[in-house]
Nanobody, 122 residues
Framework: QEKLVESGGGLVQPGGSLRLSCVAS????????MTWFRQAAGKEREEVGC????????NYADSVKGRFTISRDNAKNTVYLQMNNVKPEDTAVYYC???????????????WGKGTLVTVSS
């Protein structure tokens, strides 16, 4: 059974919005920092942002700052990535992951989801 499962991807027009979800099983997400990554075709994986266990202001990549928001609902054991004002360059497979630490360390991730595809196109 997958420990992290992403959903919510799909086709969205430029300027539109999409909310991705990352649901955990066999893990209690409230104990861990959670990171969103993305990987576009032919490009290296990029960290989108991270939220610590302590719900401090998440860290974001400059490319998404002001447009994307990471949040968590511990009661639902779920982390979200709200994507607003999306651009064609946001097209990628989006992954959630954790290094099983309580802060955003930038360390190697230990648990990954399989990803959900977001396509931004008119």
């Amino acid at each position: 059974q997958e420990k992290l499962v992403e959903s919510g991807g799909g086709l969205v027009q430029p300027g539109g919005s999409l909310r991705l979800s990352c649901v955990a099983s066999e893990l209690t997400l409230e104990f861990y920092a959670m990171t969103w990554f993305r990987q576009a075709a032919g490009k290296e994986r990029e960290e989108v942002g991270c939220i610590s266990k302590y719900d401090e202001t998440p860290n974001y990549a400059d490319s998404v700052k002001g447009r994307f928001t990471i949040s968590r609902d511990n009661a639902k054991n779920t982390v979200y990535l709200q994507m607003n004002n999306v651009k064609p360059e946001d097209t990628a497979v989006y992954y959630c992951a954790t290094d099983l630490l309580d802060y955003c360390s930038g360390d190697t991730m230990d648990v990954w989801g399989k990803g959900t595809l977001v396509t931004v196109s008119s």
